[in-house]
């Protein structure tokens, strides 16, 4: 079946460095949801990608799904201590009401 | 808006005993979604229900029971604990439309 693939799965940087977590597939992707997960706590929706090419922006981060639909990222700009969790990437095909879910890319950020 | 419910929060059990893990969502979804989180693991869907009255298998159904007693509630059941259940289990619900899921805060389960 389909798989959708994280990378790195750990990440450690200092505060004010940049991050970018990249999810990719074999097949084409459909709708690429993006959620984060602070330690201790839940996943947390952060942003759906649907289009070709779509890039979305949410202060710091910014989301891009590929041309070919095969891959999106998530880039966040200048670390922060709040920026610490596991980020996961999910793909929704739509017609059996599930998500694929990617196993996630933890991010540690030295202050 | 209190959202997505899970109860309890935390539990021990004996290797063998059965147990039953509440969720509620006020939120009116039709989707409702059970998930075990393991170290390395990701989440690992259990059950899901996508609308009231249906339940069907994820990835790790076995030692698992569920019941969609209303459109707001989705129960989650083990009915004789092993040290491998041993996780912390979700809840999700999810407007049908997009499927972005809402999660509860977690039950963190030991299975001695």
């Known amino acids: 079946g389909q798989q959708v693939m994280q990378i790195p799965q750990y990440q450690h940087v200092q505060e004010g460095e940049d991050f970018t977590t990249y999810c990719n597939s074999s097949?084409?992707?459909?709708?690429i949801q993006w959620y984060k997960q602070r330690p201790g706590g839940h996943p947390v929706f952060l942003i759906q990608?649907?289009?070709s090419g779509e890039v979305k922006k949410q202060k710091r981060l910014t989301f891009q799904f590929g041309e070919a639909k095969k891959n999106s990222s998530l880039h966040i700009t200048a670390t922060q201590t709040t920026d610490v969790g596991t980020y996961f990437c999910a793909d929704y095909a739509g017609n059996n009401r599930k998500l694929i879910w990617g196993l996630g890319t933890s991010l540690a950020v030295n202050p | 808006n209190a959202g997505v419910t899970q109860t309890p929060k935390f539990q021990v059990l004996k290797t063998g005993q059965s147990m039953t893990l509440q969720c509620a969502q006020d939120m009116n979804h039709n989707s409702m979604y059970w998930y075990r989180q393991d170290p390395g693991m990701g989440l690992r869907l259990i059950y899901y229900s996508a609308s009231e009255g249906t339940t069907d298998k994820g990835e790790v159904p076995n030692g698992y029971n569920v019941s969609r007693l209303n459109k707001r509630e989705f129960s989650l059941r083990l009915e004789s604990a092993a040290p491998s259940q041993t996780s912390v289990y979700f809840c999700?619900?999810?407007?049908?439309?997009?499927?972005?899921?809402?999660f509860g805060a977690g039950t963190r389960l030991s299975v001695l």
């Open positions: 097949t084409t992707l459909s709708n």
């Open positions: 999700a619900s999810a407007i049908v439309a997009k499927n972005i899921q809402y």
């Open positions: 990608l649907v289009k």
